[in-house]
């Protein structure tokens, strides 16, 4: 059974009004350490014209990529 995998999901505002979503992922899961070093996995190629629009745009890749349960498909 594969370890499960620590991914965050961001939104950044590049230009004013231009919202990118971006999954990263943690490359040293070092037991007891309450710090991540994360780096880029996925990320939007066009802007979104909202936060939220963003946000749900990347949630649904994290879905395509990991299954509705987290588990890669």
Known sequence: ???P????LTVHE???GE????LMEA???TPGETSH?????????EPYATYSNA??????MM???FGPDGKPG
Request: charged share 20%; glycine share 2%.
């Open 14 to 16: 590049l230009e004013a």
């Open 37 to 45: 070093v994360y780096v880029p996995l996925e990320a939007a190629h």
């Open 63 to 65: 879905r395509r990529l």
């Open 19 to 22: 919202f990118y979503w971006v």
């Open 55 to 60: 946000l749900v745009a990347g949630v649904a």
């Open 5 to 8: 995998r620590n991914i965050a």
């Open 27 to 29: 490359v040293d899961d």
């Open 1 to 3: 059974m594969p370890s």
